[in-house]
């Protein structure tokens, strides 16, 4: 409501300031294109804010004074606080720089602010800058307009230079025209007065203006021209200073918490700068005769004399608040706390992460981490587990040993509140910033993805092992406790070396590689054991239809998680973001075939050969088990046919299906693999099963990556 007000009593204000005076539309005009020329200088350094910007991140952000030499050098490139002030609180939201950082970056943007003033009060209005602003403009939008991104960023680099210069122009004649008719000096105030009242106009434009440099440039010229007292256009540099503030507060209205204590230390700092330069403007206004004195500038030269007072307020200002920082943490974090929330909210997602492709995708990488934590407690606690065990330096048998049942928990309601609605922002920011994004980014951000979906799949076959495990881990039955105590300690090992991936991700990817291997090889279909507790009549019919099945679901969940936690921890993608070239994109493929290793299928082993467990099954009915829907229709054959060339022997499935199928055995021996009894007289068979054929399926090549039909397979509803 207060927007509808305001906008049109502004635009009629503007309207019947054209219409009275000429030399008022001009300054207007220049104020306006000096404005657009800003927006175009942002626009061209966010085409350049890719690895170069990351890499100065990291390597400046680990003590403040870094933190603070990198805003300063910043900002007096970009020449706008207000874009390093974005660009911060957008990385502070990601995740990627911490507090006591982007609160160095933002008192260092403060001081880098005051190169403008230098270089209007210097250059600006000695030199007939118009005279350049024409060509850059020209050469700028035809750069614009072409499709390579670098010239495309250039070309608005230039153009924004070029409005910067026109908007200069138009201001410094617009008030040398404006001082024939009418003379502003007239209302020039003294003392505490003057002081507070030109403070609030600087206040007062910036906040209108949106642009401390506007502002600044305002005044410097109206000084220039004579139209405003030396004294008032301190306070509107004070002013201005304030003032600038408000961009960094609406950009933080977007951000998540840590973006939002970054605009509240940018207030208090500009309004605590503020507060020392009125309290302490007489010592500075001497102060800055003495160091204008000895730079060798002229007693009359206010202009210079207005830059050295910016940048000697905004210098005291950073030395006295400095040594508060911690401080000011602490405080801030007390102000702004983390909210307790029933359901996992986005932590990194949110529109301040949008502004750079960079810190979108850097944003999606730390959310699906986030995810990963979250998937890591659910599937401790839906295998019975404690997941601070899993993560402290227990050895994961001790952890299983001392684990009892899982508790009868909601597991629809937990996933819903803690994976389902981290899983959807994932899959809809990650939508919304791929239009912005370089190839390689969006081959990574859908590498991301992918292990995000495979996160949910892993913790949605939590939900099918959780009853049986509740079931069977019971002490009442040794063997079937033993065989899901094997599941639990795979699932275990695979949650801690993940874990661990995080610190040292070359070494525990490797290891998570071997543990890959092994937990095939020691897949119950293929290793015999299912075939002598069956034979040995230790677990019934049910029991091991429901082996057969969470064995399938088991290995389902640490294929899942492997290729989930090398995607989004080993391969560091935000790391990848910085690199350029063969070398960024070998890694990015590097991930990729990981990814189909662990997800989709494995280097080591054919397409084919290890089939959805319920589809294994499929053999000649027994008479001991009575669900159909896991038998086969056909018919069993009586002779037991020679396998093709290229095939393989029956798999240990089939093995088990026949074991169902026979009468009791004769001979009892010692089996190797639980101690227990074993058959070894031969069964009298009613039929022998058709050999398993593994087909052979052509590997997908390299193109192809993107249509994958070979995850692993989601085994049926158990019986």
Avoid at 403 to 417: S, T, V
Avoid at 473 to 479: F, G, Q, V
Avoid at 589 to 611: H, L, Q, T
Wanted: charge should be positive.
């Amino acid at each position: 409501m207060l927007r509808r007000i305001i906008l049109p009593s502004m635009l009629a204000v503007l309207a019947w300031g054209f219409w009275v005076s000429p030399e008022f539309k001009e300054i207007a005009a220049g104020v306006a294109i000096f404005l657009f020329g800003m927006m175009a200088l942002e626009q061209g350094f966010k085409t350049f804010t890719g690895g170069v910007l990351s890499r100065l991140l990291n390597a400046c952000t680990d003590r403040v004074w870094k933190s603070q030499a990198f805003g300063f050098v910043s900002t007096a490139i970009m020449q706008s606080s207000s874009l390093v002030s974005v660009i911060t609180i957008s990385f502070l939201s990601a995740g990627l720089i911490a507090l006591p950082a982007g609160i160095g970056i933002i008192f260092g943007a403060n001081i880098g602010t005051t190169t403008g003033a230098w270089l209007v009060a210097g250059i600006g209005l000695k030199v007939k800058i118009s005279v350049y602003a024409m060509p850059l403009i020209v050469f700028g939008v035809v750069l614009v307009f072409q499709q390579a991104k670098t010239l495309k960023g250039i070309g608005y680099i230039l153009a924004g230079v070029g409005f910067l210069f026109l908007g200069i122009h138009y201001m410094k004649t617009g008030f040398q025209s404006f001082q024939d008719g009418f003379d502003l000096a007239r209302y020039s105030l003294t003392g505490i007065t003057g002081l507070l009242t030109y403070t609030g106009i600087g206040v007062l434009a910036t906040v209108i203006m949106q642009s401390s440099h506007a502002t600044l440039i305002l005044g410097i010229t109206a000084l220039a021209a004579g139209q405003i007292s030396y004294e008032n256009s301190l306070a509107i540099a004070i002013g201005a200073n304030v003032g600038t503030t408000i961009t960094a507060i609406l950009g933080a209205m977007s951000a998540n918490v840590t973006g939002k204590r970054l605009a509240a230390a940018h207030l208090i700092f500009n309004v605590i700068t503020g507060l020392i330069a009125i309290l302490f403007i007489n010592f500075m206004v001497q102060a800055v005769e003495m160091i204008s004195g000895g730079l060798g500038i002229a007693a009359e030269n206010y202009t210079l004399k207005f830059a050295v007072f910016h940048t000697l307020f905004n210098t005291i200002g950073v030395a006295v608040m400095t040594p508060f920082i911690p401080r000011l943490v602490t405080f801030l974090e007390r102000a702004f706390p983390e909210r307790a929330r029933l359901v996992s909210e986005p932590y990194f997602l949110n529109e301040a992460a949008l502004a750079l492709p960079d810190t979108a995708m850097m944003a999606i990488v730390r959310e699906a981490g986030h995810l990963y934590d979250n998937a890591f407690d659910f599937i401790a606690t839906g295998l019975g587990l404690s997941s601070t065990a899993l993560r402290g330096e227990e050895a994961v048998k001790t952890v299983i040993a001392e684990a009892g049942p899982p508790e009868d928990i909601d597991i629809d309601d937990l996933y819903a509140r803690r994976i389902k609605s981290l899983l959807g922002a994932i899959l809809e920011f990650a939508t919304r910033a791929q239009p912005m994004m370089t190839p390689k980014q969006t081959r990574l951000v859908l590498s991301v993805r992918a292990a995000a979906r495979d996160i949910s799949q892993a913790v949605k076959d939590v939900k099918h092992l959780n009853k049986n495990m509740r079931e069977y881990t019971d002490p009442k039955n040794a063997e079937m406790r033993t065989q899901y105590n094997m599941m639990r300690q795979k699932i275990a090992r695979i949650l801690r070396e993940t874990e661990l991936m995080r610190h040292d991700p070359a070494v525990t990817g490797g290891k998570l590689k071997k543990l890959r291997k092994k937990m095939e090889a020691d897949d119950i279909l293929e290793n015999g054991i299912l075939d002598e507790l069956v034979t040995a009549g230790l677990i019934s019919q049910r029991q091991a239809s429901s082996l057969i099945h969470d064995s399938g679901y088991a290995n389902n969940i640490g294929l899942r998680l492997i290729h989930a936690g090398r995607s989004i921890f080993r391969g560091k993608i935000y790391d990848l973001m910085q690199e350029t070239g063969a070398d960024a994109d070998a890694e990015v493929d590097e991930i990729e075939v990981e990814g189909d290793e662990n997800g989709n299928g494995d280097s080591d082993i054919e397409i084919g050969e290890r089939p959805d467990p319920s589809i294994t099954l499929k053999a000649p009915k027994s008479p001991l088990e009575p669900d159909a829907a896991s038998v086969s229709e056909e018919p069993p054959t009586t002779t037991k046919p020679k396998p093709a060339k290229g095939m393989k022997p029956a798999t240990p499935a089939t093995k088990v299906v026949a074991a169902l199928s026979t009468k009791a055995p004769t001979t009892v021996a010692k089996s190797k693999a639980t101690g227990k009894p074993k058959t070894t007289g031969k069964p009298k068979a009613t039929a022998k099963p058709k050999p398993a054929v593994k087909p052979k399926v052509a590997k997908p090549k390299a193109a192809s990556k993107a249509k994958r039909t070979d995850r692993p397979a989601q085994p049926k509803s158990q019986g």
